[in-house]
């Protein structure tokens, strides 16, 4: 089966830990992406990848990083988390990038608590 | 920056009611999509429009692309219960690389 596949579904962890959400896709696409999702703000789009070791920053990349030494992984990494990263995660894949108009495929969502 | 804004934020109507959501923006989109999304799971792709005045149909929705490709709509016919969900329009463009903008998003209540 088709997917995008993130881990955990569910955090609560404290303020300055350090955490990682993997993300993972089975559909040999070249483009992934992740967003965060708040009440009132949409999807917002955190960081973004056109192909293996190519990332670039989204719209709200101040305190994440993330790494894309496959193509199927594209873990999001929370060096210091803080209260503010509290949210709910996205990660995403397409075939290519936005150029091509492909859909966005999406994973069912990581809900973090940072406290 | 680009923005996309949606509206109405929340809609609650009846059963068998119409209903349009609006997608609007100051920025030329090279492609529009329209998701939806339920509780607990990602967005869905519902549509993409790319052509200014493109209308695109399924089954009950309806989905244009303005003529200037700044704006979109979404109109649903005699709607059911199980359209309820949250709407999402996400627009691409070719001077801003991979990213994609999202609008706030239509939380729709159909009640029966």
């Known amino acids: 089966e088709a997917q995008v596949t993130q881990n955990p579904r569910y955090l609560i962890t404290v303020t300055g830990k350090k955490l990682t959400v993997t993300c993972s896709q089975n559909m040999n696409h070249e483009y992934m992406s992740w967003y965060r999702q708040d009440p009132g703000l949409g999807l917002r789009q955190i960081y973004y990848?056109?192909?293996?070791?190519?990332?670039d920053k989204g719209d709200v990349p101040e305190g994440y990083k993330v790494s894309r030494k496959e193509k199927r992984n594209f873990p999001l990494i929370l060096e210091s988390p803080s209260p503010n990263q509290t949210s709910l995660y996205f990660c995403?894949?397409?075939?290519?990038?936005?150029?091509?108009?492909?859909?966005?495929?999406f994973g069912d969502g990581t809900r973090l608590s940072i406290l | 920056t680009q923005l996309l804004e949606q509206s109405p934020q929340f809609l609650s109507i009846q059963e068998g009611e119409n209903l349009t959501v609006y997608c609007n923006s100051s920025s030329v989109f090279s492609s529009l999509q329209w998701y939806r999304q339920e509780p607990g799971e990602g967005p869905v792709l519902l549509v993409t429009?790319?052509?200014?005045?493109e209308v695109k149909k399924l089954k009950r929705l309806t989905f244009q692309f303005g003529d200037a490709r700044k704006d979109s709509s979404l109109h649903i016919t005699a709607a059911q219960p199980g359209d309820t969900g949250l709407y999402l329009c996400a627009g691409a463009s070719y001077n801003q690389g991979g990213k994609l903008i999202f609008g706030q998003g239509t939380e729709l209540s159909v009640k029966p």
């Open positions: 429009v790319v052509t200014g005045g």
């Open positions: 990848s056109m192909n293996v070791e190519v990332t």
């Open positions: 995403a894949s397409s075939y290519r990038g936005q150029y091509s108009n492909q859909p966005q495929h």
